[in-house]
């Protein structure tokens, strides 16, 4: 487990002796396309980071799904309202294709960061940057237009642009499917 562990970016951040103890707790799931593996109002007890496969977090609004997150290979599966205040989370969390995560539990993950400080601060580094991406995307979506996103979502992951279905990409951006085709049509 703990070289499989090695291969993922965020892992890298830790010692050998702290990336052990973590790979002693981790249990390496498969889920097919489709599974929610974080549910909107209940706390989830688990904390995942994707070895492989694609995941969307979402909220339900009226009538409708909004997708706020999309997650790849070495990016962390979570509920912020889990982790942090253990009470029931508001997103979803949605694997868009059949993948393979790294499962621990949050309890014992929690327990390892009161015994072990580069373990605890390793899980703060998770949680600042996962805070730091959601500020941006907020900052965009405030004051960049549809198109501007769109841009920025093609440079920046641009093999999603194959891989997701359309709207869940223009929910993501704030549009409509409509306005979608068409910025993608300027782009072709």
């Known amino acids: 487990m703990q070289e499989k562990l090695k291969n993922i970016e965020i892992f890298s951040l830790l010692s050998e002796d702290a990336l052990s103890l973590l790979a002693l707790h981790c249990k390496l799931v498969n889920h097919k396309k489709g599974t929610v593996l974080i549910h909107a109002e209940k706390v989830e007890p688990y904390f995942y980071i994707l070895e492989s496969g694609i995941a969307r977090a979402y909220s339900d609004g009226e009538n409708q799904q909004i997708t706020f997150w999309f997650g790849q290979a070495g990016d962390v599966l979570f509920s912020y309202n889990s982790y942090i205040n253990n009470k029931p989370g508001y997103e979803n969390i949605e694997l868009l294709e059949d993948s393979t995560l790294f499962q621990i539990n949050l309890n ?36 960049k237009d549809a198109t501007e996103r769109y841009q ?9 642009v194959k891989k997701v279905a ?14 979608l085709s068409r910025i993608r049509a300027v782009y072709k």
């Open 108 to 143: 014992t993950l929690l327990k390892l960061y009161s015994e072990h400080l580069e373990l605890a601060n390793w899980g703060r580094k998770i949680a600042e940057r996962e805070l730091i991406a959601t500020e941006k995307r907020l900052i965009d979506r405030s004051f």
């Open 152 to 160: 920025d979502f093609i440079n920046q992951q641009p093999e999603l």
């Open 166 to 179: 359309l709207k869940h990409i223009a929910s993501y951006l704030g549009v409509t499917q409509v306005t």
